[in-house]
């Protein structure tokens, strides 16, 4: 055997491999998030005119598990308990279409106000007097004459891709004359897993570049979030982050999804196929200094 070229062959393969392994490092270093730069993420949000909510965020019951949700079976000795209104069940037993036998105004019921925040609030007195397990629902949205509400666990909101578990639906007087309903079974998965805080999930849509230069954050909440219409659901523990941008168009608002166990993101509205503004700014980065003193290194 040539051992001198033996000796070549290994040399020249070895420094190969460092020069591999090199490459590999530095593209690596290159993919660190922006963030890992400074150690402060309300400074850097604060350098570049990036605002948080005002409001306290609410965590109250959030639990970083996977929910399993099957549609709830109701009976008609359930319908029959239910008075002032024709209700009829589907084949399956899974939906409730009702009508009312006179329109009710909200505003004629105990609890509730009738006023601007009445629809946030105060539905649940109408809700508990009308409809089977009004108790685990809460207001969404107004969409022309239909109000949609969607479900609660544990005091957290869950939410479909699809249309909401309960739809009241309105006569041209606001007044309620009917509703389709729905209603989840929910299960937990007993692997609880920790979840990354709010700020953690803010951190991730800034280092990919979803949260923008002077945009502002005006809403942080949790929820549970089931992205894909399959049997059973399974929903994930949400952070919805909602980003305003740096127009004065009503409509320049973004909701993203972090996913609280995951860190993936998602973006809910609108449709996350949807392009995100052309091109994507860089945000401001702090200086050699400014890294120093955070204790972190360049």
Same mark, same amino acid.
């Not at 948080?52 to 929910?67: D, F, H, M, Y």
């Given at each position: 055997?040539?051992?001198?070229r033996?000796?070549?062959?290994f040399?020249v ?6 020069v591999?392994?090199?490459i ?5 270093i ?21 605002s ?16 399993e949700?099957?549609w709830?079976?109701f009976?008609e ?5 239910l008075?002032g209104q ?8 899974e ?7 006179e ?8 609890g509730?106000?009738n006023?601007?925040t009445?629809e946030q ?6 809700l ?8 685990d629902y809460?207001f ?11 479900q ?9 891709n699809?249309?909401?578990?309960l739809?009241?639906?309105l006569?041209?007087?606001?007044k309620?004359?009917?509703?389709t ?27 990919n570049?979803f ?6 954050? /005006? ?9 894909a219409e399959?049997?059973?659901r399974?929903?994930s523990?949400?952070?919805e ?16 999804? /972090? ?13 996350e ?7 994507t700014p860089e945000l401001e ?7 120093n003193?955070a204790g972190?290194?360049?």
């Open positions: 055997m040539n051992w001198s033996a000796k070549s062959i040399i393969t070895f420094l190969l491999l460092n591999f392994l090199g590999q490092l530095l593209d690596k290159q993919q660190v998030p922006d963030i890992e730069q400074s150690s402060d993420i309300e400074k850097r949000l604060a350098d570049n005119n990036i948080l909510p005002s409001k306290e965020i609410n965590i109250v019951g959030a639990k970083g598990v996977v929910l949700g099957r709830t079976t009976s000795a359930e319908l029959d308990g008075t024709t209700a009829t069940l589907s084949q399956s037993r939906l409730i279409k009702a009508a009312f036998d329109p009710i105004d909200l505003s004629d019921i105990p509730n106000d006023n601007e009445a609030t105060d539905y649940a007195a109408f508990a007097q009308h409809i089977l397990h009004g108790y809460v969404s949205r107004r969409e022309g004459s239909y109000l949609y509400f969607n609660l666990y544990n005091q957290n909101e869950t939410f479909v699809e249309d909401a578990p739809i009241l639906e006569d041209e007087d606001d309620v004359i009917g509703y309903q729905r209603h989840f079974t929910f299960e937990e998965n007993p692997d609880e897993r920790k979840m990354i805080t709010y700020m953690e999930a803010v951190e991730t849509l800034l280092n570049h949260i923008k230069r002077n945009n502002s954050i /005006v809403e942080i909440d949790f929820g549970y979030y089931s992205l399959q049997t059973p399974f929903f523990p949400m952070w982050v909602t980003v305003k941008g740096n127009t004065d168009e009503e409509d320049d608002v973004r909701i993203y999804l /972090v996913n609280a166990i995951l860190g993936e993101q998602h973006q809910w509205y609108p449709d196929n949807q392009a995100i503004d052309g091109e980065e702090p200086s050699i200094d400014e890294m003193e972190s290194t360049p």
